[in-house]
């Protein structure tokens, strides 16, 4: 399982439909969730050496900045695609069912 999305609420439930549910406070989120965690990932080179978890590492931010350039990942993203420097302020639910 890999979950990349943005979005104002997002629902991570198992067959008995019991899990957690993430809600914005505000604007949007963005959520991913993996098997992994963020250390392996860092170290592993290929995806066949991750080891499925036992558990999800799931991931919420406000926002993110772009991540490459038009035509190479060694290109910094367009100005458009940047975050400022400032003070950025965000919130988020997290409920049981």
């Not at 629902?11 to 914005?24: K, N, P, V």
Request: negative net charge; hydrophobic residues 35%; proline residues 2%.
């Amino acid at each position: 399982m890999l979950i990349d999305a943005i979005c104002g609420g997002f629902l991570f439930s198992d067959d008995a439909s019991e899990g957690l549910s993430f809600t914005a406070a505000g604007n949007t989120l963005s959520v991913s969730a993996w098997p992994y965690d963020q250390q392996e990932l860092e170290e592993t080179t290929h995806n066949y050496q991750l080891k499925k978890r036992d558990y999800i590492v799931v991931n919420i931010d406000d926002k993110m900045m772009g991540v490459g350039g038009d035509n190479s990942w060694g290109l910094r993203p367009m100005d458009k695609y940047l975050l400022k420097s400032g003070e950025y302020r965000y919130g988020f639910t997290i409920k049981g069912k």
